[in-house]
Structure formats: C-alpha cells, structure tokens
C-alpha cells in the first residue's frame, strides 16, 4: 500500500505541471491585452504606445513565451504567487483569505449531497417500482437538468424577497459587529442557499448512482447465497449489500470534485460569496493573469487531490484491487 | 469452404439488414415513454429554432423605449411573454436562444465527438505506449476545472458564438474518447476482427468498416446525453457575460439581464429558465431511451 500511494503521488506532480503548462499557454497566446486596463480614458496620455511600452516592460510580457513560463514556475514553487495586476495586492494572501471561504461553501455542499444522495438512494432501491422511487427518480431528472444559476435565482426570489427567511448575498451580514456563537450562527444562515444550490446536481446524480448501484449489488449471486442460509432480509441489505454498493460511490465522489468545483464559480458569483470562485471569475473579466494562474493552479490541485484520495479510498474498500 | 474475402464481409452489412436494424432500434425506443415524450419536446424546439424568423412576431433585438419605458412590460396579447425593461419581445428573444442552445449543443458536441473518436480509435487501436500516453492526456484533460479554463478562454477570445461552439467542444471530447477506446480494446480480441486481420484487411479499412461501426451505438448515447452539458455551458457564459455578444438573445443571456428584475419581473426569468431545464431534460430522456434501445443485451 505504501509504494502504491508513493507512486500514485509521483504521478500526480507531472500532472499538475501540464496543467499549468496548458493554462499558462491559452492565457498567453489568446489576444487581448491587460495593460489595456490601465488605459484611464480621462487621461489620454495613460495609453500613449510609450506608457503601454512600460507597462509591458514592467509586467513581462516582452519575453519570449518559455522564459515567461519558466519565470512564472520559479516563483510559483517557492511561494511567491505575485500580485494582482488590478489592485495591486498579493495572489498569495488573497488566497489565504477565499480558499477557506470556497471549502467552506463546497465542504458543506458535499456533505449535504452525501447526506442526503446515499440514504435515499438506498431507500429507492429497496422499494423500487413504489411511489417512493418514482418521486425520487423524477426529482433527480429535474435536478440534473435545472441549471444551477437558475434554481439559485428560484431561491433567492422564494426564501429571501418573499419569505425574508435566509439572506441571499455574502457571508456576514454588513455594519454589523458579531462575536462568537451569532457570528457563526450569521455565516452559517448565509451558507444555506449557495451551499444547497452547490449540492444539487450532484446529490441528484449520486442519488440515480446509489440506487443503481444497490440493485445491481442486489441482483448478485452472493446475495441470493445469503439469503439461503436464511440470513433476515435486514441483515443482507444492511451488511452484504450496502457495503459493495459504496464501493462504486467513491469513485463517483472522486469524479464529481471538477463539477463542484466548477459549480463554485458560478454559484459564488451569483450569491456573492466571497471565495475563490468569484476571485478568479472577476480576475477573468480583468484579464488578470497571476490572479487566474493562480486560481487556475489552486482549483487543479483540489480536483487532483480529491481523485488520488479517491483512488486511495477505493484501493482499501475494495480487495479485488491490487496495487503494485 | 471457400476464403472469406474482405469484399464479402463487407457485403454482409448491407443496407436492408440496417433498415432492418433501425426498425427494430425504434420499436425499442417507442416502448421508453419518456423518451418519446422527449423526443415531442425536442422536435418542437428544433422546429421553432429552424423557422424562428418566421415564427417570431417582432425582430428579437428590436427595443421599444416608448413601449417599455424603461420597464419590463408583463404578458399581454400583443406580447406572449411580455418585454423586457428595452421594450424588446421576450417570446421572439426566446426563440432565438431556442437557435443559439440548440445549435451550440449540437456543433459543440459534433466537435467533441469528433476529436473523441479519433483520439479513442488511435489509443485503442495501436494499444501499447501510444495507448498509455492517450490515456494520460485524457487524465490530465479530466483533473483540469474545464469549466474555468472554457471561461478563460473565451474571456480572450473575441466573443462571439462559434469561439463558444469550438471552446466548449475543444474540452468536452475525453469521455468519448475513452469509450472508443474501451470498445476498440475489447473489440480487438473478438473472433471477427482476428478473422479480418488475418485474411490482410488493412488498417484503416479494419477501423472504419469493422470496428468504428461496432463502436457506434455507445457513441451516439454519449452524444446525446453530451448535448445537454455543452448547452448548460453555453447558457452558464452567457449567463456570467461571456457568451453571447449583446444584443444577440440566449436564455443564459436573458437570465443575466433579468437578475435585476427578480421581484418585479418573474416573465423575464421563469421562461428562459424553464426552457433550458426542459430541453436538458428532453436530451436527458431521449439518451436514456436510445441507450435502452441500443443495447441489445437488455433486450427481451
């Protein structure tokens, strides 16, 4: 097992290295240019070519493409993330500041979704063909087609214009000072709507795969072996069948990360939330570059790492597999 | 018995066996009432996307200040859907997003399963270290956020609707990759590919008329069901300002303008809403059918 995680882990620095080679090269050579941004339309003199000269200079963006890339990678490794090119402040500490932000927001929603996904498709499964199921599966079908950003716009217009239960914008309420228990209590009621927006497409298709998967677990030999030696129905369900049909769900988890992760960055946009998904959205708009990279880098690597925890997961659930 | 040669295998397959095969594909679809309900769905949408210009009672990106007068107008006879804050007709603009979703879904994913099926055919079929660096480049294409490299990209490019066609199937092609591949693999060791290797069919000829047709049906499935992902995104971009070019109409694009008028306006943001849920739920069903009626394992 050992050699297996060091192996797997050796596999996923390479990884990470092409992944910034590829960001890197579709921000460089696609146009658009950011000391555009600099350009003060009241000041005529801010885009003159000698002032967008300077600019270039100072930025690096005269290199050659390769000293750029190497250049970016040197700092990158040893922690000096640069700065907005917008507001001037550093890549590194606004990380610091809307990482914990972002987890915060998709911890939640991947628990909700798991919570919630693996109980009912359990449920579904057991009583398939039942009104129960049928609910289910056409709750899933819609939760999977529903655009996010809609049904994030459904909600704010339900719970917070008509019903003024939960806050719909931000993390804390503004020009208000809250200490311990109500500001936990604040964030926490500021979490619910973008956090249930985040889980529902996954909770919809994790529910259809841990229905699935059971039935399928169901239809086994070994199943109808434990049934014979007249095990109570309870029984095989709850210690045959559920464990192998968790098997196939860490994988899924594993492979659901970049949709979360993605979903971020709309979700974020569109209730405020202040995380790295609205950081990079905005970088984006801006043209920033250290800003996006770093975003870029940051969101690959929790992708990366959520896959190799669920290959680690999957290799200890599952005994069939053999790691060399 | 005489050698098989390749013009006879070939002739096996022809065309009154495959009319034969569509029938039967179809018999099994109809039994799927979802997905005939789906497919009613889908076809309405493309009818009304193909003759938008006709169906269209006002030029979708006509404004008409003196009717809005800088407010949304609710549903009237003269306006199905009523306006938006610029007088424009939300029913016309409505169609025309039907155009824009639909034909993004359709060339973007065209691009994907283009560039999926040679990239799966090439892995599967030389196999070996080709196949191992394949399958590491679909690797890193799937541990990559595509959705923000899509965003970035198109952030760059000028905006217009083909960069997103070609941006969103640029990084949409890995999972048919990986099925062609998987097919191939296994294909490879089946009895009639020996036997057409064997009797010197060359290589490109074993691809396109031995395996590549063996291959097809999970392909479609995948496609169909791929549709609806790539309209998702075309309305997320457009919906974050990074799609479509102001003043062209698309439902993402109808939804960002309607943000401001959620408690005024609901006209402006249930329809193009509804509309993009219903059209993924009809691909949705339309895959699941088509995977049904495919398969001919599951078939009794």
């Not at chain 2, 076809?43 to 009304?48: D, N, Q």
């Not at chain 2, 990209?153 to 949409?172: D, E, K, Q, T």
Request: charge should be positive.
């Amino acid at each position: 097992m050992g050699r297996y995680i060091l192996r797997r882990l050796a596999l996923t620095i390479p990884l990470l290295f092409v992944i910034s080679i590829l960001s890197f090269l579709v921000m460089h050579l696609a146009p658009g240019d950011p000391t555009a941004f600099f350009a003060d339309p009241n000041k005529p003199e801010s885009s003159s070519p000698a002032e967008i000269a300077r600019l270039r200079e100072q930025l690096g963006l005269d290199d050659p493409l390769h000293v750029q890339y190497a250049k970016w990678l040197l700092n990158t490794v040893q922690g000096n993330w640069g700065y907005s090119l917008i507001n001037k402040k550093s890549v590194a500490g606004e990380m610091r500041e809307r990482l914990p932000n972002t987890l915060l927001l998709g911890g939640f929603a991947l628990a909700l979704a798991l919570l919630v996904s693996i109980p009912v498709g359990i449920i579904s499964a057991i009583k398939k063909y039942t009104l129960f199921d049928y609910a289910v599966t056409g709750l899933t079908f819609i939760g999977v087609s529903m655009p996010s950003f809609w049904f994030a716009l459904l909600l704010m217009q339900l719970f917070t214009n008509q019903l003024d239960w939960l806050p719909a914008v931000g993390m804390r309420t503004l020009r208000e000072e809250l200490t311990g228990g109500a500001a936990v209590l604040d964030v926490a009621r500021h979490l619910i709507l973008p956090g249930v927006v985040l889980s529902m497409g996954s909770m919809a298709s994790w529910t259809r795969y841990q229905r699935s998967s059971l039935l399928e677990v169901i239809g086994q030999d070994y199943m109808r072996t434990a049934r014979a030696k007249g095990l109570r129905e309870q029984t095989v369900i709850l210690r045959h069948a559920l464990k192998n049909s968790l098997i196939p769900m860490i994988t899924l988890l594993g492979m659901s990360l970049p949709h979360l992760v993605s979903g971020a960055f709309i979700i974020e946009t569109v209730f405020a939330w202040p995380g790295m998904g609205r950081l990079g959205i905005g970088a984006i708009m801006a043209r920033d570059y250290p800003v996006v990279m770093a975003v870029t880098m940051v969101a690959s690597l929790v992708v990366v790492m959520g896959n190799f925890l669920a290959d680690l997961a999957y290799a200890w659930a599952d005994p069939r597999i053999r790691y060399e | 018995m005489a050698t098989t040669t390749p013009l006879s295998v070939s002739k096996l397959k022809s065309s009154p066996n495959s009319q034969n095969q569509i029938a039967l594909v179809w018999r099994q679809f109809r039994r799927h009432r979802l997905a005939v309900g789906g497919l009613v769905v889908l076809c309405t949408l493309f009818f009304a996307a193909i003759f938008a210009d006709v169906i269209s009672p006002y030029d979708p990106n006509r404004v008409n200040p003196q009717y809005a007068q800088g407010y949304p107008k609710p549903p009237s006879g003269a306006h199905w859907l009523g306006t938006d804050e610029l007088g424009r007709d939300s029913f016309s603009r409505a169609l025309a997003g039907a155009r824009v979703s639909l034909s993004v879904g359709f060339v973007a994913v065209g691009i994907s399963i283009a560039l999926g099926i040679v990239i799966g055919a090439t892995a599967g079929f030389y196999g070996g270290r080709i196949d191992n660096w394949i399958t590491r480049v679909i690797d890193i294409f799937l541990s990559v956020p595509t959705f923000f490299l899509i965003l970035t990209v198109n952030a760059y490019l000028p905006p217009s609707i083909y960069n997103i066609m070609v941006v969103i199937g640029l990084f949409g092609w890995m999972a048919v990759a990986r099925l062609v591949r998987a097919q191939f693999l296994a294909l490879k060791e089946k009895e009639f590919i020996i036997a057409a290797h064997s009797v010197g069919v060359p290589g490109m000829r074993l691809v396109t008329r031995h395996l590549l047709p063996n291959a097809f049906a999970p392909v479609i499935v995948a496609a169909t069901l791929a549709i609806p992902g790539a309209i998702l995104t075309e309305s997320a971009l457009s919906f974050l300002g990074l799609g479509v070019l102001p003043p062209q109409a698309s439902w993402g694009s109808m939804l960002e303008n309607a943000q401001g008028w959620l408690t005024t306006a609901w006209w402006m943001w249930v329809p193009p809403g509804a509309l993009i849920s219903l059209t993924v739920l009809a691909f949705n069903f339309v895959g699941d059918g088509l995977r049904d009626a495919l398969d001919p394992f599951l078939r009794r």
